[in-house]
């Protein structure tokens, strides 16, 4: 199989990431938090040293909500309050001693979730129409969302900006931001779940209006050599979605980049 793939096991260097190869975990769902704190323990230390001990070479986390409304199901690790900082502080320090790199996923879930899960709040989404489907874990159908407001839009950039502001304090080598999957930031990105008529909604260059502010904070605090996006057109809660002209959609993605 090396054969196949020969430099698969040879450093390499992206961004400020020097990787001792070029194999990366990618983010998975745990959800091993405290339910009540979001705070992470001993084996999410223990989880996330061992896959670094093994020899991968990027480790992105599972994804850690930026605010309590953020919260898609139980168990969810947060980056917003100062607990939760020194919990992951342990484990990337557990990581770097195995000489491993991780990077910190950023996720909201926006309209993916109930009021029972996201502090008593109704969800948050570009615009207020439900999603089809249930909530993970929890079995209850998506709640009617709320509007966000541009109030809302501001708070909300400005948690992501902390969650990576707190990444980085907690010893993470830099983000990911989830903008996939039908979460919050591909919500505004989407036609199906976007229906705003201000710079939030429109054509698709404008409808990634949202998902660019964010990343422009979010790079402010992590860096821009140590922030990556994820993007796609597959989406949770409508898994037959496709888009319309794929090429085209991916152009415009650059072009926003």
């Known amino acids: 199989m090396l054969n196949m793939y020969p430099y698969l096991l040879s450093p390499i260097q992206i961004g ?4 001792r190869n070029r194999i990366t975990m990618a983010p998975m769902t745990r959800s091993f938090a405290d339910d009540k704190t979001g705070v992470v ?3 999410v230390v223990e989880y996330y040293k061992k896959r670094a001990g093994d020899g991968v070479g990027l480790i992105i986390t599972e994804g850690i909500i930026t ?3 953020a919260k898609g199901t139980f168990n969810l690790p947060g980056l917003y309050t100062d607990e939760q900082v020194m919990g992951w502080r342990r484990v990337t320090d557990a990581v770097h001693e195995e000489k491993g790199t991780i990077i910190a996923q950023l996720w909201h879930v926006g309209r993916l979730t109930h009021h029972k899960v996201s502090a008593g709040l109704p969800p948050q989404a570009p615009s207020a129409i439900r999603a089809e489907g249930h909530v993970h874990r929890y079995g209850e159908p998506f709640d009617m969302p709320e509007e966000m407001t541009k109030e809302d839009i501001k708070e909300t950039i400005q948690q992501y900006a902390k969650a990576a502001r707190n990444a980085i304090q907690a010893g993470f080598d830099g983000v990911e931001v989830h903008g996939a ?3 919050l930031i591909d919500q505004f990105n989407s036609e199906v779940s976007n229906r705003r008529t201000d ?3 429109g054509h698709l260059g404008q409808r990634l209006t949202f998902m660019k502010e964010v990343l422009h904070a979010v790079m402010e605090e992590s860096g821009v050599d140590r922030t990556i996006v994820r993007f796609s057109e597959l989406k949770d809660d409508a898994p037959d979605y496709k888009w319309e002209d794929p090429e085209a959609a991916i152009q415009t993605f650059i072009d926003a980049f």
Do not use: A, F
């Open 16 to 19: 400020g990431w020097k990787l």
């Open 41 to 43: 323990g001993n084996d």
């Open 67 to 69: 605010s309590p409304r």
């Open 181 to 183: 999957h039908g979460y």
């Open 199 to 201: 710079e939030y909604g």
